[in-house]
């Protein structure tokens, strides 16, 4: 069984910093791209980044492009997500997702919150 454990986040002023982690089991890491999500009350949940399986390529939405970066250890079965510049707006809860043989794996979500 594929699982998804996230640690990280917290509580940040503006302009801060925050990483998030994402270790996966129960797959080959190195073959699955893994993407960042978040979502906020009353709002669908937002791609924030995607990472291909190697690392090679990444994208992002268009509001964290320049702040937030993805990378990944697949030694470590580790996606991770840079978060830069942050900004009230960016308060959500992030999951780390990736499609395993067709099927949607989410982690537990972890909650980040920017304010004053």
């Known amino acids: 069984q594929v699982h998804l454990v996230q640690s990280g986040g917290g509580f940040v002023q503006p302009g801060g910093s925050l990483r998030l982690s994402c270790t996966a089991s129960?797959?080959?890491?190195?073959?699955?791209?893994m993407s960042w999500y978040r979502e906020t009350p009353g709002k669908e949940r937002e791609l924030v980044a995607r990472?291909?399986?190697?690392?090679?390529?990444?994208n992002y939405g268009d509001t964290m492009k320049g702040r937030f970066t993805a990378s990944r250890d697949n030694a470590k079965n580790t996606v991770y997500l840079q978060m830069d510049s942050l900004e009230p707006e960016d308060t959500a809860v992030y999951y780390c997702?990736?499609?395993?043989?067709?099927?949607?794996?989410w982690g537990q979500g972890t909650q980040v919150t920017v304010s004053s």
């Open positions: 997702n990736s499609r395993v043989c067709g099927v949607q794996v």
């Open positions: 129960g797959l080959t890491f190195s073959y699955y791209a």
């Open positions: 990472i291909t399986s190697t690392g090679g390529s990444t």
